[in-house]
């Protein structure tokens, strides 16, 4: 491996350049006609515009970016998250084309990528699951008495979906048939695949995952995170480890993730997410993530493993480098992500150039913009990722509150209030929040706008 194409855009892709230089890669950025110009492009040694603004002509065109890999000379491609990380068919293009692929083999992103699949494959692998509809549901069968024998309120999936996508809950069994029509119609429309299946809906339940690291044989896990404060199913900030788990739930969700991924030969860095429970101190399996998450940052700052590097050293052949023994865990980090989003405005997004930008010292920043770039309104609104990491929880979220007072933006509007609430709620501190919080708290959206 020696000339990386980047497959992805914004901070993810400048993070992933800065591991590639130190490992002395030379770097590719594609990039739509709204981002030649962008701190991806200018940061990689060499930068191609492959398509218009919207995704689908750009990011998502799979001929575009293999065209632009081969005119380049590059050898490897690294997909980043999002767009095509997950999509098995372009993983198994980039090998057909005799291209290095930054990630697990198209079979395990296959079979994770159907969620029934894939909820099927955890129970094998002795990893917990929901109660549910056991399958997908069955168009000939009556789809409301399997929804009254799983129990209200429950939750409508897609087996297609994912990231948050192609969910909807259900409280009423009136509402229940309708509410399969429109997941079923969204779903079609989204992913081309209406299947369904159904799971029990956890009161206010916490989203806590298990980092996982394997080269094809071996298999470790690299510790885990909580991911509870989410708006519409959207994850705002991050910690590591998630706070306040029982210890056996933490070794179960840990070494059942591990089961997984050996189970099939997993190979790069995925993620196994959860479920829990905290009236039943219980996790179960929600999805496999067969990628770098967005989130990332805080395994690296506990860890001092570089996911990236992993990432990288696996797919070019190498044998994983750690054993479990070898993974330690220091102190507690927290990630808050940056959105170009307008609170006054029920968070719609704020495109715009960014006028003046100052980042606090004494924090990690991956970020996608400088001063005087322009925030395109075609894509995801995330900005930039701020990181910090203290010896324990309470000091990581004092500094993480410091940071974010720290950070001066003008020419666009950002959540950066909405970090500073969240950060100062008693309720936080207490890890009493759960996955509905920000949408079910009094009077906090409006403290943010």
Not at 131 to 150: F, H, N, Y
Not at 315 to 342: C, K, M, W, Y
Request: aromatic share 6%; glycine share 8%; proline share 6%.
């Amino acid at each position: 491996m020696r000339k990386l194409l980047i497959a992805n855009r914004g901070e993810i892709a400048v993070r992933i350049m800065r591991t590639a230089r130190e490992l002395g890669l030379t770097t590719v950025a594609v990039c739509s006609e709204a981002d030649r110009d962008s701190l991806a492009a200018r940061t990689a040694d060499e930068a191609v515009v492959i398509g218009p603004p919207p995704a689908r002509d750009s990011y998502l065109d799979q001929d575009a970016v293999l065209k632009a890999a081969r005119d380049t000379g590059a050898d490897a491609v690294h997909p980043g998250f999002g767009f095509l990380s997950e999509n098995a068919a372009f993983a198994q293009a980039v090998l057909d084309a005799g291209f290095t692929w930054v990630g697990p083999a198209p079979d395990a992103i296959r079979l994770m990528g159907d969620k029934v699949a894939a909820r099927e494959a955890a129970r094998k692998a002795g990893v917990p699951v929901l109660a549910g509809s056991g399958g997908p549901l069955d168009p000939d069968a009556d789809p409301l008495a399997v929804a009254r024998e799983v129990g209200f309120p429950l939750v409508l999936k897609a087996s297609a979906g994912g990231g948050g996508r192609g969910i909807r809950l259900v409280t009423d069994p009136t509402d229940f048939l309708s509410a399969l029509d429109l997941t079923r119609s969204e779903a079609r429309a989204s992913f081309g695949d209406d299947t369904m299946y159904l799971e029990r809906f956890v009161e206010r339940a916490r989203h806590v995952e298990v980092q996982v690291l394997g080269d094809g044989e071996r298999v470790i896990h690299l510790g885990d995170r909580d991911c509870s404060m989410q708006r519409r199913s959207q994850k705002v900030l991050e910690e590591a480890p998630a706070p306040d788990l029982p210890d056996e739930v933490r070794e179960r969700i840990r070494h059942s993730s591990i089961d997984l991924a050996q189970a099939c030969q997993y190979r790069g860095v995925g993620t196994v997410e959860f479920l829990y429970d905290p009236v039943r101190r219980e996790a179960a399996f929600i999805e496999m993530n067969t990628r770098l998450q967005v989130e990332h940052p805080v395994t690296e700052l506990v860890t001092g493993i570089d996911l990236v590097e992993q990432q990288l050293r696996i797919a070019r052949g190498e044998p994983l480098g750690l054993a479990q023994d070898d993974v330690t865990f220091t102190g507690h980090a927290f990630e808050s992500r940056i959105n170009a989003e307008d609170p006054d405005r029920g968070f719609m997004p704020s495109p715009g150039t960014v006028e003046t930008l100052t980042w606090p010292s004494g924090a990690r920043v991956d970020s996608g913009v400088e001063a005087g770039d322009a925030v395109a309104p075609y894509y995801d609104s995330m900005i930039a990722k701020l990181i910090v990491h203290g010896p324990d929880r309470a000091a990581a979220m004092a500094q993480m509150t410091e940071a974010l007072r720290g950070v001066e933006i003008t020419g666009i509007a950002t959540t950066i209030g909405l970090h500073l609430t969240l950060f100062a709620r008693p309720e936080f501190a207490a890890v009493e929040h759960h996955t509905k919080f920000i949408e079910t708290a009094p009077g906090l959206l409006k403290e943010t706008a």
